[in-house]
C-alpha cells in the first residue's frame, strides 16, 4: 500500500459525527490502513499522515467550527496531501436517497486543499441529544438516528481503494 498511515478527524458537537468517523477508522483498519481517529480540535500538526480524512456536524448549514478552524490550522499541509471532506447532518433518510453537494463553506475548503471527494451522511438527533430544541423536535417524531453504516463503510472502502492506487489518482 502507498499510503499508510490516515487521520480521520471529526469537528462533532453531540457525538454523531464522532460516531461517523471512528465507523471510518474502523473500516480504514479493517482494510490495513493504520487509521488514527482523533477530534479536529486536538489537531495541530498532519505532516505524520499520509492521508487525511475530515468531517464536520452541520448546524444551520455551517460545519462544525471544529473542523473549520482545523482546515484553517494546516490548510498548507492539508494541501499537500491526500485529502477527503464529510459533513453529518440530515436528520432524515435524504443523504442515504441522493448524493447532497457540500455546504458553500466546505465547498470552498475543498477548492482550497484540492480536496478528492466530499461525501454527506446522515444525521442523528435522539432523545440522548441535549438542548432544549433537539429534545423538543424528538419528542414530537422529527429526530432519529439516520447515520448508515453500510453507506459509511462503502465509502471507507472506497478511500482505502484510492489510497492504494495512489497518488496518480490525485486530484
Known amino acids: 500500500m502507498t499510503f499508510k498511515r ?10 454523531a459525527t464522532a460516531g461517523i468517523a471512528e465507523e471510518i477508522g474502523r473500516t480504514l483498519r479493517d482494510d490495513g490502513v493504520e487509521a488514527v481517529v482523533l477530534p479536529a480540535g486536538d489537531i495541530t500538526d498532519v505532516s505524520s499522515y499520509d492521508g487525511v480524512v475530515l468531517g464536520g456536524a452541520l448546524y444551520a448549514g455551517r460545519w462544525n467550527g471544529q473542523a473549520r478552524r482545523c482546515v484553517r490550522r494546516n490548510a498548507e499541509q492539508l494541501s499537500r496531501r491526500p485529502v477527503w471532506l464529510f459533513s453529518s447532518g440530515p436528520v432524515d433518510s435524504s443523504a442515504e436517497q441522493y448524493d447532497i453537494p457540500p455546504v458553500l463553506g466546505v465547498a470552498r475548503s475543498m477548492e482550497r486543499l484540492g480536496a478528492r471527494e466530499h461525501m454527506t451522511f446522515g444525521g442523528a438527533m435522539t432523545a440522548k441529544t441535549p438542548g432544549l430544541v433537539a429534545r423538543s423536535l424528538v419528542r414530537h417524531g422529527k429526530g432519529g438516528d439516520f447515520r448508515n453504516s453500510a453507506q459509511i463503510q462503502a465509502w471507507a472502502h472506497h478511500i482505502a481503494d484510492d489510497l492504494e492506487a495512489g497518488p496518480e489518482t490525485a486530484r
Request: proline share 0%; no cysteine; glycine share 20%.
Open 6 to 15: 490516515v487521520l480521520v478527524a471529526y469537528g462533532s458537537k453531540h457525538g
